[in-house]
């Protein structure tokens, strides 16, 4: 058990940039969740997948977000045209089923 | 909707002491789960402690335990012989079991605990 792998630690991009987040997921475990956290705040949910499907997607998510799991393995969270309200900390979270979160370092996005 | 509410933004305890971290829920539902996690500065959260709500005796992890009142919705965190170890941000989180949003967590806005010599 290696943990949940998020990739980069830290993304600083200008206003307008696209930008794209990668979570590795415990290996055994089949659901993959995206959350956001702002400075103070509990994390919001923004996005779920069991294997590749996604089940479920906040109304946080923009239609400027999207969230990948092409092969039910790592997942990919990528944000077209940064706004400075993206600025936040993005977590990734896995499970098996209903088990226990498991949750990454996080993704911390500043946005110039 | 279900929501979680915390309403104690800081808390404050001594090393060896006892405290309580405070937790309210609202939801119609009769089956879920209740979490407790830390997130320390290093900002990896961690799980502390979970409830199932259909159990009637409250869960206790080493030097963790909860008070799980069904009731009143309410879900108190008691950490004992508190370490230093101890200071972190602590959220309440509840899980749903029922129809499409039976996976996702929703989380309180988080306590901050801080442990003095």
């Known amino acids: 058990d290696t943990g949940v792998s998020q990739n980069p630690r830290h993304k600083i991009t200008k206003r307008g940039q696209n930008v794209t987040f990668r979570c590795d997921p415990i290996?055994?475990?089949?659901?993959l969740y995206w959350y956001r956290q702002t400075l103070g705040q509990g994390p919001e949910f923004l996005t779920y997948?069991?294997?590749?499907?996604?089940?479920?997607k906040s109304r946080l998510l923009s239609d400027r977000f999207s969230a990948e799991r092409p092969k039910g393995s790592f997942s990919t969270l990528e944000i077209q045209r940064t706004e400075q309200g993206d600025s936040a900390m993005y977590l990734c979270?896995?499970?098996?089923?209903?088990?226990?979160?498991?949750f990454g370092n996080g993704t911390r996005l500043t946005v110039t | 909707a279900q929501t979680v509410t915390q309403s104690q933004p800081e808390m404050s305890v001594q090393e060896a002491e006892t405290v309580t971290l405070s937790c309210t829920y609202d939801?119609?539902?009769?089956?879920?789960?209740l979490f407790w996690y830390k997130q320390p500065p290093s900002r990896q959260m961690i799980l502390v402690i979970r409830?199932?709500?259909?159990?009637?005796q409250n869960a206790t992890e080493n030097r963790f335990s909860v008070n799980f009142q069904k009731a009143a919705k309410s879900f108190s965190l008691k950490i004992s012989d508190s370490q230093l170890g101890d200071a972190a941000m602590y959220f309440c989180?509840?899980?749903?079991?029922?129809?499409?949003?039976?996976?996702?967590?929703?989380f309180g806005t988080g306590t901050r605990l801080q442990v003095t010599l």
């Open positions: 989180a509840y899980r749903s079991l029922s129809g499409g949003t039976a996976s996702k967590l929703t």
């Open positions: 939801t119609s539902e009769s089956d879920y789960y």
């Open positions: 979270a896995s499970s098996v089923y209903n088990s226990p979160l498991h």
């Open positions: 997948f069991q294997n590749e499907a996604q089940l479920e």
């Open positions: 290996s055994e475990h089949n659901r």
């Open positions: 409830q199932e709500a259909y159990k009637q």
